[in-house]
């Protein structure tokens, strides 16, 4: 199981707590664990991603083991811990302003 953990707006959304549990089938890779967040939660589509270009939406960062994923390719493996359940995925919504 994947642990991630999304931003309250996306939790709101979604219907769910701050952190959710996934079945990701291996290889564990960015694009593999928003796939199935999105499967599972169809109302996030979009959301995270871009429909056509599945490109990670501007006000969004992801980050695994203290890493900041963010400009990673989607199919970057993450971390073992993180394929291992032992530490979670995290989906940040970044804070804009001036």
């Known amino acids: 199981m994947i642990?991630?953990?999304i931003p309250h707006h996306l939790r709101n959304l979604a219907g769910?707590?701050?952190?959710?549990?996934?079945?990701?089938?291996e290889p564990v890779t960015l694009r593999s664990v928003l796939d199935?967040?999105?499967?599972?939660y169809p109302v996030l589509r979009g959301t995270i991603r871009d429909h056509v270009t599945q490109e990670r939406r501007p006000f969004l960062r992801f980050f695994a083991?203290?890493?900041d994923l963010s400009h990673e390719p989607p199919?970057?493996?993450l971390p073992d811990a993180v394929a291992a359940g032992t530490e979670p995925f995290y989906i940040i919504g970044?804070?804009?302003?001036g």
């Not at 769910?16 to 089938?25: F, H, K, N, R």
């Not at 970044?94 to 302003?97: P, W």
């Open 36 to 40: 199935a967040l999105e499967a599972r």
């Open 75 to 77: 199919d970057t493996p």
């Open 16 to 25: 769910v707590g701050a952190e959710v549990s996934l079945d990701v089938e």
């Open 65 to 67: 083991c203290m890493e």
């Open 3 to 5: 642990r991630v953990v």
């Open 94 to 97: 970044a804070i804009a302003g």
